[in-house]
């Protein structure tokens, strides 16, 4: 059983998918220590938990994510002792929790139904697979509060959608819909409201039934390669891929093609 949910953050297996779900619905579910230090320790048990093969993200009682707690953070709210003393033992703790100093080895997959505003746009763009329900919003609006989107946006939002699309969502702080987030591909599928973790399920049952080792390393060159010219991903691709060829699951994949059954991998 997963080991890493607070009380903002519930943390559930669904056969080799971990779901992972922000639950502040009272307040949208805006970032709170509790739930900060879950996702960070929630990345890190999906990872070292063999079983797991894939992630969604959601968010509980009808919303993604708001970003911060402004409230909270206008206040100086001092609550959580505990959670307080993991943030100040690790200084990275609440920038691995939204995934900007930290990528999970498994898929991510988001699943997305209302608002996915601030820090909840930020954190969908670390993730590689986003379904949303049609009636859900996205918007990186630190800019009308008087804040800096350090959660990535600068970097990452004008690399998934056309470059003046991102800067006006960025300096005008406008939101955008569903439909407009799919035309430009900061989303890849929009299904009926409420209907959005249901289908991150069935891509997660589609990716589940893939070679995890194939799958993971897959990920890993597609992430380690950006930025790189295209010699240099070549190269590092190669680095990456050959070994899985020589591994069991491979084997076991090309065995399962011959004798007309499905693969039973390993990991080995």
Known sequence: MPTSGTENLTVELDGTTMIVTMNRPEAKNALSLPMLVGMADAWVE?????????????????????????????????????????????????????LRHYQPKKPLIAAVEGYAVAGGTEILQATDIRVAGESATFGVFEAKRGLFP??????????????????????????MSAEEALRYGLIGHVVPDGQALAKAKEIAGVIGECG??????????????????????????????????????AKEGAKAVKEKRPANFQRK
């Open 212 to 249: 995890p080792l194939a799958v993971e390393a897959i990920k890993r060159s597609v992430r380690e390669t950006e930025g790189m010219s295209e010699e240099e991903g070549l190269a590092h691709e190669l680095e990456i891929g050959w070994p899985i060829f020589g591994t069991e699951d």
């Open 150 to 175: 350090l959660g990535g946006s600068t970097v990452r939002l004008r690399r998934q959608i056309p470059f003046t699309v991102a800067m006006d969502m960025l300096l005008s702080a406008r939101s």
């Open 46 to 98: 999906a990872d070292e938990d063999p079983d797991v093969r894939c992630i969604i993200l959601t968010g509980a009682g009808g919303d993604f994510c708001t970003g911060m707690d402004l409230k909270a953070f206008a206040g100086g709210d001092q609550s959580h002792e505990k959670y307080q003393q993991r943030m100040a033992d690790d200084p990275d703790l609440h920038w691995k929790a939204l």
